[in-house]
Every structure is written in C-alpha cells, then in structure tokens.
C-alpha cells in the first residue's frame, strides 16, 4: 500500500496516446520476449508490454509513432510481427494450428530416429562385445536427421539471434545438441586414444568410441520438442480459455425490414434495427425486447445458471441464448459497444500490464542466457583444470546448456494470468490486471455500497394500511392517482401498484408537486395529501399517537412511510421499501466465511441503514454519507490500517473505487464501471464478490508457485549439472518437464469453482 494510504490510487488514464496490439512470431522463450520488449521500448513515444503466452505485444504510443514504424522494428529486433485486426481471428487460431502441426511432425520424426538410436548407442557403449561393423555409422545416420532437421527450429532461432547480437533459450539448446554431435563425430574418427579410427579404414572401433554423444543430441531435442508440443498446445488452450467470449458473438443476425425477415452478416445490424430470434439462437446485439416472451440463457455472459425470464421492456445482451419463444429486438449497441465485446476487450487487455514479481523474473531472463554461456565455459575449464577427462568436463558443460533454459520463468506469470481471467470470465468476473491480483492479497474489509448494491436500486410498495374508515384498495386508489402524475421513484413505486392491482385509476386535477415532501392534487372531488409526515402536518392534518407509533416501526426496518390524508384526514400509510438484493445475504455470509469484515455505506439516515445492515449481517455502518463524501469515508478506513475492497454500482461510486484499495464493480454496462475499478462484476448477484477475491487469491498464488518452482528449478539445476551429478538427457527432460510443469499448473484455475456457504471450501476455491 502506498505511504500515503489516503490518496487515490493511480490507474491508467484516457490520454491522447494511441493503443496497438502486435502479433508476434518467432518467439521462444522469456529471453526472447524481452529483447522484443526492450526493442520496441527504444522507440521515443511509445511504452510496451510483450507477453510470451499470448505471442503479443500491447504498445501505447503517440500519433508520431505509428504502427508500421513499430513492426519495422520488431523485425529489426530479428523476429515477426503484424498488427493484430480482430480478437480470435481466424487466421490468427489457423496460424497456431500450422505451428502445432508443424513441431508434431517433427518430433514424430525425432522420437522414430531417437529410440533406436539410444537403445543401439547405449547398449553397444556399455557392452562392446555385442558391437557390429559399421554401427558407430548407423548411430551418425539415426542421429543426423534429428539434429539438423528436427532441431531445425532451435538452430534457427539462435542463428538469429546470433545476427543480432543477442542469445536466447534456443542458443543453449542449439549449443547443447550441435556440440554433443560435434564431440560424437570428433571422437568416432580420431578415436580417444591415439588409435586409429574405424572410418580411416583400419577396420577397428574407435578407441573414443565409448565417449559418443550422438544418443545425447538426439534425446535431447526429442524431449526438448515433446516439452515444446505439450507447452505450446497448453498454452493455446489458455488463449482459447481468455478469448473464449470472442467465440459467443453471432456471426449472422434476422433483420425485421418491412415485416420480411432478412438474414445478414453480424456487420450489417445498426443501433435502432429490429432483429429476430428464434429459439435456439443466439442473440447478435444488445437490445430490448419489443414483442416476445421467452427465457434467455446468460450463463455464458454472467457465468448465472438460471435462465433470464424476458418480455416486452427487457434488456437482453448480446451472445446469450434464446431458449423457447420468438423475439422481435430492438438493438441497443452493436458491435464493439455491446456488453460482450466490452467483455472481451476487457479481459484482453487484463494481459497487457505485468505482475512486481515478473517484471522481476524478466529483467533476470534478460541477462540469463549470456551468464548460462559463462558458467558452462567455466565448467568445463574447470573439469580440465582439475585433471578430469574431457569427455567429463564435455558432459557437465552440455547439462548446464541444457537445464539452464529458463522457459518456465517467462510462461509463469502470463499462463496462470490468462487461464484465471478467463475462468474469471465464465464466472462474470473481469480482472483487469495483474495489479488487482496483487491488491487482493492484503483485503480485510469489504465495504459494501447500500442503493443499487445491496439494494435493488428500485423502490417497491410492499404494504398499504389503511387508517380510519377508508379501505386499503381506495387508500391505494387515492393514492394512486396523485403519484401517477409525479416523477419521484417513490411515486413510481406507489403507482405500479395500484395499476397493478385496480382496473383503473382515475384522474387527477390541481395536482402539484412539493419536492422533497410529497404532493397533491383532487381525485374524485377528494382533496388528496401524500408525503412525509411533517407535510401533513405543516398542513394541518393531525397525526395521532397510533399512527405515529406505526410510522416508527416501519421506520426502524429501514422502511419509507408515506401517509395520505384524504380532506384533511388521515386516510392510510404506504410502506416503500428499497428491496434488498436476492442473494445479498447470502454473499455477506460468504465475505465473513473467508474472514473478511464487512461495512455498509449508505447516503440513508443511521436508522435505515442499521436495519438493513441487521437483516444482511453487517456490523459495522457508516450512514449519511453524501456521494461526494464516499471516497473521503474509504480513505479514513485506510488510514485506520484497513485493507479495504470497496463495491459499488459504478456510477454514484466512482470516487470510492478509485479510492480503495481494491475497487469491485457492479458493472451494468457504464463506462465509468470499467474505468474506476480494478474488477468488473457482470452477473448482477453480490455472491460473486467472494468468487472475485478467491479467484484472485487463488491466481495470485498460482503466479507465486510457478514462479517458485522455476526459481527453484534452475538455481538448484545448474550447481547439480555443473558437478556432474545431471546427464545431458535427464536435464533436457527436466527441462522440458519443468515448462509443462508450470503450464499444467497455471491450467487447475479451470477448476475454481464459487464458494458454497455452509459446506465448506468449493472445489479450487482456495
């Protein structure tokens, strides 16, 4: 947290820069990633971020710099690069496809070469009585299309570097395979000991012959290829798993024109349009509904596994699925103003920005490979020295080249971050970012917005007394009537129901409106009063002891009381109530479950929001707090020690989650939304708030363990091949194992699943 805990946190703001994502090819490993990075960093104007995972780059930059410029210099850098058109092209999906392809092939060709191979070279090293003529020949043909075909790739990738001035993964690897097949052929025609070698013609076996690495250069690249297949297809399964959202838009859409029914291209729907959809089918826009009843599955957009209820009104988003009846439409936002698109490009751009910890990692990767060329240098000087025999000292030199690698550093972060914003998404949470993962690991207090939040948002007349010799149905009808002409939320709440439940309600003449009080007006002849208390009786109708008690019980529930006097008597009270949230209490349970406090912050006097508070669980409360006044009330907190996530409706709250250390928003498609909080909540239930923190948490520690076991791994890795203690093949397959290790892991996040209050922790919820 910041020394001065009651400032604002600092979050990108919309400036004149532009933003462009770069495709890239030819990427490798961590080393890779960050020459490109600090290529195109060079650029005056522009600030980038190249993420290994994905195979992109994020650069913001000024109008000077333009995108062209760019590519040019990722080329220069050595690699490919394009600027990318579409979130889940199809040319992008068929470009992994191609790359997925072509490394199966060749390690096909590797492993059909690789196992004889090692069975021959092996078995007739350690046992010459069983060698034949000529098999130190067929060893060097097995071999020879495994190191110079099937390690292709990695010789290529360091040959460019190499033309660059730079070293990557590749050249340890390409190093480690060209110098145990250079040491093999070496010793297969001079022999090892002054003796003459077999393919001089003496007919004898090299006396060196037992120090042959052709089995070492052969398994090396195929567990190296195997390692690089299974990471590269569990890497595109995260990528599938983050763009997912991509794939739930509609390709075609059936525009209602004239009355005819016209199926066209997603492209061509404008806002206004009418659309159709059937059952089955998806819908292509944001839109309300103009004829149709039906139910429509969100599960895809909210991660909610009951269908929608919808009919004429409703607001449906676009990508959810119509289930039984027919629609008629009317598109609201189309294309990238839609709620999915914003989705989508949201959790795009949750991969742009980079954890502490692997800026760390990528700034020890840059410098990694020309320290692993130093210390194998001194490695085997250092057998030499020591009086060991050079094959010896060849052996450990080629086991630090190998287990040195540092793959699994650069996939540790960008894998687990991909794989828990997708999983995030399917769940209706969207994590914009590395930072949030990270502010979530302190959170202690939840403050939880009352209006909108906790709250419907909406007021609602749930009971009607009558007082005196009026009946309820004409104390409603009275009011009724007089409400229907006012603006007030409470009026609309007082007027749906007595449409709802009276045939007709009549006219109103001489009405008006006493802002903040309540209003009147004559209904049938009946002069009509309806407001606060303190309106009746600065008008002079009494109130009496009963109704003044009935008014402060319905008060102490967090209820609104509204009395109507009919000619000047008191004829009723209406009770408003702004309905608490289905599932609100249930999320309070779930926030103190993961031991977290809870505080409810409201505009409503201490009463009210003490009432609700008991009825939610809350303890703590902090009432009469003005809009403007929120976030100065989050920052109080903070300076108080509190870690505090705050949750709000994005809209009046803008200031408070910009304020908190973690700000949660119920996202309701505002813009403001995605600008002020670190995570978008999008299924409109506060139960997924303790979802949000635990996939965050649950993330965090995935980064932290993958980045662990690559630390681990090669701290303890290069000292254990430079003693000798490693065989160039096991480092090769620990190598390999140790990148899978980390993709594998960072792919359990598919597991998380919400917490289930009362039966403990849900799977991968913790």
């Known amino acids: 947290m910041s020394s001065h805990p009651q400032s604002a946190r600092t979050r990108p703001s919309d400036t004149a820069e532009e933003r462009v994502e770069l495709v890239l090819g030819g990427m490798t490993c961590a080393a890779c990633a960050a020459r490109v990075e600090r290529a195109l960093n ?23 710099v333009t995108p062209a410029d760019l590519v040019a210099v990722v080329e220069r850098a050595g690699y490919q690069a394009a600027v990318r058109r579409a979130p889940g092209a199809a040319e992008q999906r068929a470009s992994r496809s191609r790359q997925i392809r072509e490394l199966r092939r060749r390690l096909a060709v590797a492993a059909l070469l690789a196992v004889p191979l090692g069975n021959i070279a ?17 060893c060097l043909l097995l071999a020879t299309p ?52 077999y393919w001089l013609g003496f007919g004898t076996t090299a006396a060196g012959a037992d120090a042959v690495y052709l089995e070492v250069a052969a398994g090396v690249t195929t567990f190296l290829l195997a390692g690089r297949y299974f990471e590269l297809r569990s890497r595109h399964q995260a990528v599938d798993l983050l763009t997912a959202l991509d794939g739930l838009a509609a390709k075609e859409v059936r525009v209602l024109r004239a009355g005819v029914e016209t199926v066209v291209p997603i492209g061509s729907l404008a806002v206004g349009d009418l659309f159709v959809v059937r059952p089955g089918e998806k819908l292509a826009a944001d839109g309300r509904v103009e004829r149709g009843m039906s139910t429509v599955d969100t599960s895809a957009i909210t991660g909610e596994s009951v269908p929608a209820e919808v009919g004429p009104e409703a607001t449906v988003v676009g990508g959810t699925i119509n289930l039984s009846g027919r629609l008629v439409v009317t598109a609201t936002a189309v294309g990238a103003r839609t709620q999915l698109a914003q989705m989508s490009a949201l959790a795009e751009r949750a991969q742009a920005g980079k954890a502490r910890v692997q800026r760390l990692a990528d700034r020890i990767c840059a410098v990694f490979v020309p320290v692993v060329l130093v210390i194998t240098a001194v490695t085997f000087a250092s057998w030499l020295l020591t009086g060991h025999a050079a094959t010896e000292g060849f052996r450990a030199a080629v086991a630090v080249l190998i287990i040195a690698c540092p793959c699994a550093l650069g996939l540790a972060t960008p894998t687990a971050l991909m794989v828990g914003v997708g999983r995030g998404a399917q769940l209706g949470i969207l994590i914009k ?27 609602t007349l749930t009971e009607v007394v009558a007082v005196g010799t009026h009946p309820a149905a004409e104390v409603l009808r ?22 709802a439940e009276l045939d007709d309600l009549p006219e109103v003449e001489r009405f008006t409106a006493l802002p903040g009080l309540g209003a009147r007006g004559e209904v049938d002849g009946r002069a009509v009063l309806v407001g606060r208390a303190s309106l009746l ?4 109708v009494s109130i009496d002891a009963a109704v003044s008690e009935r008014l402060v019980t319905a008060r102490r529930t967090g209820a609104t009381v509204v009395v109507v006097a ?25 926030l103190h479950q993961i031991g977290l406090r809870t505080l409810l912050l409201s505009g409503d006097d201490e009463v009210t929001v003490r009432a609700v508070a008991e009825e939610l669980g809350i303890g703590e409360v902090s009432a009469g707090v003005l809009p403007a006044e929120k976030a100065a009330a989050v920052a109080e907190l903070r300076r108080a020690g509190r870690r505090v996530a705050m949750v709000g409706d994005g809209v009046n709250d803008a200031p408070a989650l910009a304020t908190a250390d973690l700000g949660l928003a119920m996202a309701r498609g505002t813009d403001i939304a995605l600008r002020s909080a670190d995570v978008i909540l999008v299924r409109d239930d506060l139960r997924v708030v303790a979802d949000a923190i635990l996939l965050s948490h649950q993330t965090l520690r995935t980064i932290h363990g993958n980045l662990g076991w690559a630390f681990v791994y090669n701290l303890a890795g290069i000292p254990l091949a430079a003693f000798g203690l490693l065989n160039p093949l096991i480092a090769g397959a620990a190598m390999s194992l140790s990148s899978l290790l980390v993709v594998s892991h960072s792919l359990r996040l598919r597991r998380f699943a919400s917490v289930d209050v009362g039966s403990g922790d849900a799977e991968g919820g913790r």
């Open 566 to 590: 009919v000619d000047g008597s008191v004829a009723g009270l209406l009770v408003v109530r702004d309905e608490i949230r289905s599932g609100a209490r249930e999320a309070v349970a779930e």
């Open 537 to 540: 009786v600065d008008e002079g």
């Open 42 to 64: 060079k650029v005056d104007g522009a600030r980038a971020s190249v993420n290994l995972a994905t195979e992109r780059a994020v650069v913001h930059h000024t109008p000077a």
């Open 478 to 499: 009275f009011a009724g009537a007089v409400e229907k002409a006012s603006e007030h939320p409470i009026a609309a709440a007082v007027t749906a129901r007595a449409e």
């Open 146 to 197: 495994v190191v110079f075909w099937s390690a292709a790739p990695f010789h290529r990738a360091a040959l460019r570097a190499l033309r660059h001035g730079s070293s990557t993964m590749d050249t340890l690897v390409s190093l480690g395979v060209l110098a145990s097949y250079g040491w093999s052929v070496f010793s297969l025609l001079l022999g090892g000991s002054g003796e003459p070698g």
């Open 122 to 138: 092996i078995t007739l090293a350690l046992v010459p009585e069983l060698r034949f003529p000529y098999w130190e020949l067929l």
């Open 433 to 459: 970012g590395p930072e949030a993962l990270e502010t979530s690991r302190g959170i202690d207090t939840v403050v939880l917005d009352k209006t909108g939040t906790v709250t419907t948002g909406r007021m």
